[in-house]
């Protein structure tokens, strides 16, 4: 089983090709063991060249809600007035830590993407 590091672009796409080959590999069968090292290499490779950022926490308060059927009102209890619950989802006004808290415990959005400050606003409504 010959397997290099993935080095550049061309070594990566032609992993994710080979990967594509032995999807349907037998595990422990030599075919399953080389789709699991080619996988890890390419996770790392991913991991350096691709990092994934956690979402705004507008953006993940609004997926939250469209993944869990959520409206306002569901929102009212943790961050407060309906009101409320519009100026953040339109980004008026920041979280709180209280309400940071309550949407991780309530709703499980993780709170690394509740307390990412938004990059693309550089002024803050108070």
Known sequence: MKISPIKTEADYEAALKEIEGLMFAEPDSPEGDRLDVLVTLVEAYERTHY?????????????????????????????????RVYEILAR??????????????KFSIPAESLLKHGSHRSDHAG
């Open 92 to 105: 008026k006004r920041p979280l709180t830590l209280r309400m940071i808290e309550g949407l991780h415990e």
């Open 51 to 83: 990092p994934m950022d956690f979402p705004d926490p507008v953006e993940a308060i609004k997926f939250r809600m469209e993944q869990q059927g959520l409206t306002v009102d569901d929102l009212v209890p943790v961050i407060g007035r309906k009101n």
